[in-house]
Nanobody, 120 residues
Framework: QVQLVESGGGLVQAGGSLRLSCVASGSILRINRMGWYRQAPGNQRELVASISSGGRTNYADSVKGRFTISRDNAKNTVYLQMNSLKPEDTAVYYC??????????????WGQGTQVTVSS
């Protein structure tokens, strides 16, 4: 069994910063792509940023230049540094991982989500 647990969400004023973390634990052999998604009320879940096991990154246009995704493969952890936050960044942020477990089964896992609220 594999679990992804996010932390670091909260309430921040516009222009402020937050850093999200997501730790993967359990029977992990390898983690390929990891990513952050978000879902605001009434909206579909959308990709915010992703990072390959080799460090290649991809960002939604709405967060380019403000958010930075990174990972520590030794710790099975992915981070999302969010700067210059805007009210429209308010959402539940979910961690996602493409995981191969020790039975060599490849599955996609999701965290439980962490709320980010940006006040104007």
């Amino acid at each position: 069994q594999v679990q992804l647990v996010e932390s670091g969400g909260g309430l921040v004023q516009a222009g402020g910063s937050l850093r999200l973390s997501c730790v993967a634990s359990g029977s992990i052999l390898r983690i390929n792509r990891m990513g952050w998604y978000r879902q605001a009320p009434g909206n579909q879940r959308e990709l915010v940023a992703s990072i390959s096991s080799g460090g290649r990154t991809n960002y939604a246009d709405s967060v380019k230049g403000r958010f930075t995704i990174s990972r520590d493969n030794a710790k099975n952890t992915v981070y999302l540094q969010m700067n210059s936050l805007k009210p429209e960044d308010t959402a539940v942020y979910y961690c996602n991982g493409d995981v191969i477990d020790r039975d060599v089964v490849r599955l996609e896992y999701w965290g439980q989500g962490t709320q980010v609220t940006v006040s104007s």
